[in-house]
């Protein structure tokens, strides 16, 4: 059957027409694209194919991708022709826009010619005009010309008018006293004439001390002869019964109150224009002494703070406690000063401004209202806050001065940097100064020599006293026996203990110890203010040394260095860290530390020849001393020394005093470890002394273990000591102390093992003995060859348990070494050898005798 012409399929099948929108549509996706392609690449399956069976026809796809060549084809030549046209168009634009600016630069040279030539036309009439027969051609300079003349004519009539009415004010007050001619001007009122009048009186006043000096020179009401005679034409004959200077001065003084009346109203009234006229013209009378008064007195500010003059201050009784607290943070600035000081930022940068508008001399007048701040609120303030403070504790004190100090000195800074009169420009030099000046002046009396760095000093011991207070009585109490040359060298230590013991008791009962401060040194020493200071209660703690306690002083110490740096000078620093290091020198290193090694010296001492096993507490209590000096040591360089670099000669003394201070407190500690190898070493050899003749040589029956008691004793007593040791010394000074303690241990064991005779079984109890040892050492930090020694001390116990054959490989393996005791490279010596050997009961036999024989 077949199909109609509109449904017949050609041969090949057309694959599908795509346009430019298919492929610059949004949705466009590439995967998508080829997907729909291989899709209709399929052809639709006959009912007689099955589906998997048809064939792939790349064909479609073929004529599809030729047809998308030829349209890209066909768009890549249009888009050529329209880049063609846009760039033609460009040219053509850049073309015009050249010709635009042309013609616009030729209309500015011809601007510029025309005003050229209208300046020198200018010029021309002017110089004109200043020709005999010069012609008006520049009209607007030859009007401002005139007018200058003009107003210069009219100053000097007003000069001529001022001249006759000063002439005529003169004759009056000449011939009669009187000057009611000014009077008639002051009582028109106004500011104007006020000063005017203020002009013409100190014209008068000149005149006067220029005609009639004699009235200046004598005082009181006289009469005037022949100094005026040429002037007023009153002769010696014609005596005046009024004097001139009386009547000026008077009328000076009553028209001086009332340009300050004047003056203060127009304060209040922020007239700024007629603040100055009458301040300028108050100036002539006495450099303005008076007006500066008048505005700095009467101002507000100080009315109301002398009112508040009497006010407590406001800190509460926990602020104050907190104050004098050493391990409390430091409250800050007293609130009532925190309160002034804040206010007075307020009123000088605003009376600045004032300042700057009403005064024609506003420095001085600046000058003057910051020493007035300074010298009379500020100051009454902080005597009142420091008095106060001084009545809590000298902790309080210093640590009052130092917050004023820093709070009051942000405030001149923060002044400086307004600029005051100068805002927004910083401050003027002369200001600057006054500021500084008064800054310095308010704390001079508290800084003043060495009393601030002695206030310092002084808190600082009281609290390093009381801190230590325990542990001074703890060690005071300790009875020591005679130790010949230790005695002596802990003689100095012992003296500052009981000295510093001492001071801290006479302290506390002194009157000048306030009831707070008291109770914060009680506090501090742990100790209740009921008990008896001669009979307090102390514990082996009390006693032992405290990293805690030393963080403490140091701290205490770097509070102190920053208020040193803060409140002092550079140049003075070197000499007060100086002082304080000296302070930290005897109270930390002498009285605490070394006194604390004097005491563990003195115990190990005790234990050289002790009966009973030593008891090695004494170890651990290196280990704070230890840490604590190496604290201090690094506080004192890093701080202390380094502040002192402005001074070479201070701080070469400075690390010279370290280095003693180290150097002795080193020494003392290496004493208190070489006793302590001694001591181990004594107990050893005391121990290996009752091992029993028979132990190695037991019968059969009899025993009961493979490990003598004596060396279970020594092992355990080792053990213990390692573990006290450990708790001291770590690291090379470990090695080094165990290494000593290894090497004493190992010859006296050498020495031990060729005092018995051995048989058969007593060999496995001796190896046993001997592996216990090396087991025991083998747990310590040592030197490789101590280690390696330690490892030879196994090969000894197999000497007394191998054949013939296997002792005669020991021998040329572990013999050979020359000298005695045990050889660097981990061999015996052949008379050690030699002599372990013949222990045993087998000794006399052949084969023994053989490898004997062979050495």
Not at 767 to 780: E, F, G, H, P, V
Request: with cysteine.
């Amino acid at each position: 059957m077949e199909r109609s012409s509109s449904g017949a399929k050609t041969l090949f099948p057309k694959g599908p027409d795509f346009t430019l929108d298919n492929f610059s549509n949004q949705d466009f996706v590439v995967r998508d694209f080829v997907d729909s392609l291989a899709d209709s690449a399929i052809p639709e399956s006959r009912r007689s194919v099955p589906a998997a069976s048809a064939a792939f026809d790349p064909k479609p796809l073929i004529r599809t991708f030729e047809n998308a060549q030829a349209q890209l084809a066909s768009l890549g030549e249009e888009l050529q022709t329209k880049e063609t046209e846009l760039l033609t168009q460009v040219r053509r634009a850049e073309i015009q826009h050249d010709q635009t600016l042309d013609t616009l630069g030729k209309k500015l040279d011809q601007s510029m010619s025309s005003f050229e030539a209208l300046d020198i036309t200018l010029q021309s009439g002017s110089a004109d005009m200043n020709e005999p027969n010069g012609r008006s051609d520049g009209g607007g300079n030859v009007a401002v010309q005139i007018g200058e003349k003009l107003e210069d004519l009219d100053k000097k009539r007003q000069r001529a008018l001022d001249a006759i009415f000063l002439i005529q004010c003169w004759n009056e007050v000449s011939e009669t006293g009187n000057l009611n001619l000014l009077t008639d001007v002051q009582r028109l009122g106004g500011s104007e004439n006020k000063i005017r009048c203020a002009v013409i009186a100190r014209q008068l006043m000149r005149i006067s001390q220029r005609l009639e000096p004699s009235s200046w020179h004598q005082g009181g009401r006289q009469q005037t002869g022949g100094a005026g005679q040429g002037a007023n034409g009153h002769g010696q004959g014609n005596g005046k019964t009024h004097n001139t200077r009386e009547a000026l001065e008077k009328f000076c003084e009553t028209l001086e109150q009332d340009l300050l009346q004047q003056f203060n109203g127009s304060y209040k009234r922020q007239n700024f224009e007629d603040m100055m006229e009458c301040a300028r013209v108050l100036h002539d009378f006495n450099n303005g002494a008076s007006v500066i008064a008048t505005f700095v007195n009467q101002h507000q500010f100080f009315i109301d703070r002398d009112q508040l003059t009497n006010d407590e201050v406001m800190t509460d009784g926990e602020t104050w406690d907190q104050l004098a607290d050493p391990d409390a943070e430091p409250p800050g600035v007293e609130p009532s000063l925190q309160s002034l000081v804040d206010e007075v930022k307020i009123v000088m940068q605003e009376e600045s401004f004032i300042i700057k508008r009403a005064f024609p001399y506003y420095e001085i007048v600046l000058t003057k209202f910051i020493q007035r701040v300074f010298q009379q609120s500020v100051q009454q303030r902080l005597e009142m806050v420091l008095d106060k403070a001084d009545t809590i504790s000298s902790l309080a004190f210093l640590r009052s001065l130092h917050a004023s100090r820093a709070y009051i000195s942000s405030l001149v800074e923060d002044l400086k940097t307004h600029g005051l009169t100068e805002h927004p420009e910083p401050c003027s030099a002369q200001i600057s100064q006054t500021l500084d000046q008064q800054m310095e002046e308010l704390f001079v009396p508290y800084l003043v020599g060495n009393s601030y760095i002695e206030r310092e000093k002084k808190s600082l011991e009281e609290m390093y006293s009381s801190l230590l207070f325990k542990f001074t009585i703890y060690h005071s109490r300790k009875k020591r026996g005679p130790a010949g040359f230790m005695a002596s060298l802990a003689q100095q230590g012992s003296q500052l203990m009981s000295s510093a013991k001492d001071a801290y008791i006479e302290k506390l009962d002194s009157s000048e110890l306030t009831p707070t401060q008291k109770a914060i040194m009680l506090r501090v020493a742990g100790i209740k203010d009921k008990e008896n200071k001669n009979e307090i209660e102390v514990s082996e703690e009390d006693g032992t040394l405290s990293i805690a306690n030393a963080k403490r002083m140091l701290k205490w110490l770097a509070e102190s260095v920053q208020r040193t740096l803060e409140l002092g000078t550079p140049t003075e620093t070197p000499k007060d860290v100086n002082i304080l290091l000296q302070l930290l020198l005897a109270s930390m290193g002498e009285v605490y530390i070394q006194t604390a090694l004097d005491a563990a010296h003195y115990a190990a001492t005790m234990l050289e020849n002790s009966k009973t096993e030593p008891d090695l507490s004494h170890l651990p209590a290196l280990r704070p001393a230890i840490t604590i000096t190496a604290i201090m040591d690094r506080f004192i360089t890093t701080v202390l020394i380094r502040l002192a670099e402005p001074s070479a000669t201070v701080r070469r003394n400075m690390e010279a005093q370290k280095k003693m201070a180290i150097d002795a407190i080193e020494k003392k500690t290496n004493m208190v470890i070489r006793v302590s190898v001694d001591v181990i070493a004594n107990w050893v050899a005391k121990s290996l002394g009752t091992q029993k003749k028979q132990d190695f040589r037991p019968r059969d029956g009899e025993l009961e273990s493979l490990q003598t008691q004596t060396c279970q004793g020594i092992c355990t007593f080792l053990s213990l000591a390692h573990r006290q040791a450990s708790a001291a010394i770590d690291g090379p000074n470990a090695e080094k102390f165990f290494s000593e303690i290894a090497l004493a241990v190992l010859k006296l064991l050498l020495e031990h093992f060729k005092k018995f005779q051995v048989n058969a079984t007593g060999g496995l109890m001796v190896t046993q003995d001997i592996a216990k040892y090396a087991a025991t050492m083998r747990d310590w930090p040592l030197l490789k060859d101590v280690a390696a020694a330690v490892e030879l001390l196994t090969e000894i116990g197999s000497l007394f348990i191998v054949g013939p054959e296997a002792l005669r490989e020991k021998a040329r393996t572990l013999a050979g070494a020359a000298g005695t005791g045990v050889a660097a490279r981990g061999k015996l010596t052949k008379a050690d050898f030699r002599a372990f050997v013949q222990r045993r009961d087998d000794s006399g036999t052949v084969g023994i005798q053989g490898v004997l024989a062979g050495l």
